[in-house]
C-alpha cells in the first residue's frame, strides 16, 4: 500500500442527501484537501431491497451544491474502479471463494425461519441473539447428508465467516481513541455473502477500502459495532487495514435526542436548503462546525479557511448539536456580505414565482439584503409593495396615535406631494424629514416612527428613504392618507 492520503464517502443511495451524510463527507473531504490526499466517492448499492433510482444521482448533485469536488466517483472513474458495488460483484466472489477455499468462511444453508425460530428462543431466555454454528456437533457424514438434503431442496445458502471467538479486535479510533470487542461478542459467524449472491455491507466496503487504496475510514460512530466484523476480514485475507475514525452523532438541539428523520420541524436534507435558497457557503461552514472546531470564538470561515484549518485532531467526542437557529444566524451573515448580482441571481426564481419580478427587483433585494436567511424570504418580505397594506401590530397602531401624529404626518405628505417627479429620488427625501423636523419641532423617535409605521405598516425594517423610494410617490401619498384618517 502506498502512503498516499485517500479517503472516501461512501453513500448507499437510498435517499436525499442527509444533514449526517453531509457531515461525514465534508470531513473526508477537508481532511483529503488539507493533506492533499484524494477523495473517493463509491455507491454502496449492494441492499437492492432500499435501493432509490436516482438516488446516487441527488447525493453527487448535492455534494457539488455544497461545493465539494472529488477525485473520482462513478461518473468520473480514477483508475480503482468500478465505483458502483453492483457493478463489483465478481470482485467481491472472487475474495469469497478465496476464503471458501482456505476454510475461513463456508455456505451456510439454515433457513431465514430457523435463524427467526433461534432468535426466538434466545430472547425468550434472555439472551443476546447470536447464529449457532448449524454443522455444531455433526460428523462429516451427517454433515454431508444435511448440505445434500438441503440443496435438494433448493436452499439457497449464504456464506458465513468463521469468527474466531477468542480473538480481541481493537483499532486506536481517531476520533474515540482506543476501542476493542471480543471475537466472540458480535453475534456468531456473520453472513458476508446474502442469498441473492450480493455481498454484506461489512463484506464488500473492506474490499473496496483495501483495493481502492483507503489509507483513513472517517464515518458516523453508528459503524463503531461494524469495524470488529470488517477487521476479521481484513485478518481473513491478510491485509493492513486502514485507520478509523467514528465521527460522533448529531444531536437535535430542540430535542436533545439524536437527529432524526422524524424530527420533522427540523430541515435535514441538503436539498431542502437549496430549495428555500439558502447560500451553499453558509450551509457548508455550518456543517463544517458539527462536531468540529478550529478554537477561538470565530465561527465564520470560508472553504479555503477550513481546509487550511482543518486538523483530525480537533473532531469531538461529545456530540454535535444542530441548531436550525444558528444556521439561520450564520446564513443571514452570509447574505449580508453577499454581492447584489449573486443574491439578484438567488432570489429571482422565488420573486418570478409570485409575480414580483419587476425592474425594481434588484433595488428590492438590496433593500432588504440584511434581513434575508434564504432566497425565498425575498417574497414575504416585499408584500408592502405588492399586497394589501399590512394590518399593524399593537406596537404599531399605539405609534399611529400618539399626540403629535398629525401634524408630522400631514407636513411630512405635504412635503412629499410637492416633490416634482424627477426630484422623487432617494437622496431627496431624507432631507425632507429633516425639513419636517424644524417646521414642526417633533424630533427623534417621534418624528421617524410615525412616518416608518406609516409608511411600511412596521416598527422595524429596511431603510426609510428606500422603501419610500422604491414604493413610489403615488402610493407612499395613499398610505399616508391611509394612516391620518386611522388617527
Ligand atoms: N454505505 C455505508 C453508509 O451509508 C458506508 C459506511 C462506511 O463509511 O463504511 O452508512
Do not use: C
Not at 168 to 175: E, F, G
Not at 204 to 219: F, G, N, P, Q, T
Not at 305 to 330: H, V
Not at 338 to 344: I, N, P, R, S
Request: proline share 5%; glycine share 6%.
Amino acid at each position: 500500500m502506498t502512503n498516499k492520503i485517500r479517503v472516501r464517502y461512501a453513500p448507499s443511495p437510498t435517499g436525499l442527501l442527509h444533514i449526517g451524510n453531509a457531515r461525514t463527507a465534508l470531513f473526508n473531504y477537508l481532511f483529503a484537501r488539507h493533506h492533499g490526499g484524494d477523495f473517493v466517492i463509491r455507491i454502496e448499492d449492494t441492499d437492492r431491497k432500499r435501493h432509490v433510482e436516482d438516488g446516487e444521482r441527488s447525493q453527487l448533485e448535492n455534494l457539488a451544491w455544497l461545493g465539494m469536488d472529488w477525485d473520482e466517483s462513478p461518473v468520473n472513474p480514477g483508475a480503482f474502479g468500478p465505483y458502483r458495488q453492483s457493478e463489483r460483484l465478481e470482485i467481491y466472489q472472487s475474495y469469497i471463494d478465496r476464503l471458501l477455499e482456505a476454510g475461513l468462511a463456508y455456505k451456510s444453508y439454515v433457513t431465514e425461519e430457523e435463524l427467526a425460530a433461534q432468535r426466538e428462543r434466545q430472547e425468550a431466555a434472555g439472551e443476546p441473539p447470536r447464529y449457532i454454528n448449524e454443522f455444531l456437533g455433526m460428523s462429516d457424514a451427517e454433515k454431508a447428508a444435511y448440505i445434500a438434503e438441503r440443496e435438494a431442496a433448493g436452499i439457497e445458502p449464504t456464506v458465513r465467516l468463521a469468527v474466531k471467538e477468542d480473538q480481541i479486535y481493537k483499532w486506536s479510533d481517531l476520533v474515540k481513541g482506543e476501542i476493542e470487542f471480543e471475537g466472540g461478542n458480535i453475534g456468531g459467524d456473520w453472513v458476508i455473502q446474502k442469498r441473492d449472491g450480493y455481498p454484506t455491507y461489512n463484506f464488500a466496503v473492506v474490499i473496496d477500502d483495501h483495493l481502492m487504496e483507503i489509507s483513513h475510514v472517517i464515518r458516523g460512530d453508528d459503524h463503531i459495532a461494524n469495524t470488529p466484523k470488517q477487521l476479521m476480514v481484513y485478518e481473513a485475507l491478510g491485509w493492513e487495514a486502514p485507520l478509523f475514525g467514528h465521527m460522533t452523532l448529531i444531536i437535535n438541539s430542540e430535542t436533545g435526542k439524536k437527529l432524526s428523520k422524524r424530527d420533522t420541524n427540523t430541515l435535514q436534507f441538503i436539498e431542502d436548503y437549496r430549495k428555500k435558497g439558502y447560500l451553499p457557503e453558509a450551509v457548508f461552514n455550518f456543517i463544517a462546525l458539527l462536531g468540529w472546531n478550529p478554537g477561538g470564538e470565530e465561527e465564520i470561515f470560508s472553504q479555503a479557511e477550513l481546509i487550511q484549518l482543518f486538523d483530525e485532531a480537533r473532531l469531538s467526542k461529545s456530540p454535535a448539536a444542530f441548531d436550525q437557529k444558528k444556521l439561520d444566524w450564520m446564513s443571514n451573515e452570509y447574505f449580508k456580505k453577499a454581492d447584489l448580482e449573486t443574491l439578484v441571481d438567488l432570489t429571482q426564481p422565488f420573486l418570478e414565482a409570485a409575480g414580483r419580478w419587476t425592474d425594481k427587483a434588484a433595488d428590492m433585494v438590496a433593500l432588504y439584503q440584511p434581513q434575508l436567511t434564504a432566497a425565498e424570504d425575498i417574497v414575504p418580505l416585499t408584500d408592502l409593495f405588492f399586497a394589501d397594506f399590512p394590518s399593524l401590530s399593537e406596537e404599531a397602531a399605539a405609534v399611529l396615535a400618539g399626540e403629535t401624529v398629525p401634524v408630522v404626518l400631514s407636513a411630512f405628505r405635504q412635503k412629499l406631494a410637492d416633490l416634482s417627479e424627477e426630484a422623487f429620488q432617494v437622496e431627496n427625501i431624507s432631507p425632507l424629514i429633516k425639513e419636517v423636523q424644524k417646521e414642526t419641532g417633533v424630533k427623534g423617535k417621534n418624528l421617524f416612527m410615525p412616518i416608518r409605521v406609516a409608511v411600511s405598516g412596521e416598527m422595524h425594517g429596511p431603510d426609510l428613504s428606500n422603501t419610500i423610494f422604491l414604493l413610489g410617490k403615488e402610493k407612499a401619498l395613499a398610505h399616508l392618507d391611509a394612516a391620518l384618517e386611522q388617527h
